[in-house]
């Protein structure tokens, strides 16, 4: 532990888990470079020989999670076939997205030059080419699958946390199929989601469907 005289050197590394560790904290929103100066004890002129701008720091911060997630999926054990495998890189990513609830909105628009990104998918491309998919299957594939290759999805209905899944009681009429339907699936626990109507079961689910409909295909 550095005493008051040892000032810890900034650099972009320190910087960009700063950052993360603020988001973790405090939401994405609170990862502005004032509030980054004041975690790190420095100027926030400073940040700026490491970090060009917040659109710097934001696109860092993808790569940060995105060089975990590729450590956990480094640590998976191979199944014993290509879909078991696959299917346990994707969850052990949304194990790293669990741990950062702010980055799938962070992901969905600023992933697709990250070379870290890129090498996770490189890697799934491969696992499923070895598995005996032509590449036109696996970009299908990949399609199909969308941000839930990664970890986590984009759902359908989202209308923020905390807010009810009950119609409007001068809609309910119009909606009867919708009504039934939230009326019986709705969460009592919304902490145990990314986003709406997006728990384990429910990411799962929706994986292992897609999972073995490729898997009819290939064969």
Not at 123 to 145: K, Q, T, W
Not at 214 to 219: E, F, K, P, V
């Amino acid at each position: 532990m550095a005493t008051p005289t040892e000032r810890i050197p900034l650099s972009r590394e320190r910087v960009l888990h700063a950052a993360v560790e603020l988001a973790d904290a405090h939401g994405l929103p609170a990862v502005t470079m004032r509030r980054l100066a004041e975690e790190l004890g420095a100027e926030a002129m400073s940040l700026y020989y490491h970090v060009a701008k917040k659109e710097d720091v934001l696109d860092g911060i993808v790569d940060v999670v995105a060089h975990e997630i590729n450590d956990a999926v480094a640590r998976v054990e191979p199944g014993a076939d290509w879909k078991q495998t696959v299917r346990r890189r994707i969850l052990a990513a949304r194990e790293v997205f669990l741990r950062h609830r702010w980055a799938p909105e962070l992901f969905a628009t600023r992933s697709s030059t990250s070379t870290a990104v890129l090498r996770y998918y490189d890697e799934l491309v491969g696992l499923m080419r070895a598995g005996g998919f032509s590449y036109d299957l696996v970009h299908h594939a990949l399609h199909a699958l969308g941000s839930r290759a990664l970890g986590f999805s984009q759902e359908l209905f989202d209308p923020g946390a905390g807010a009810s899944t009950d119609v409007p009681t001068e809609l309910a009429a119009q909606l009867p199929n919708l009504v039934g339907m939230l009326g019986e699936i709705a969460h009592d626990d919304p902490d145990s989601t990314l986003g709406w109507c997006d728990d384990q079961r429910e990411f799962e689910f929706g994986l292992d469907v897609i999972l073995d409909g490729l898997d009819r295909l290939r064969a």
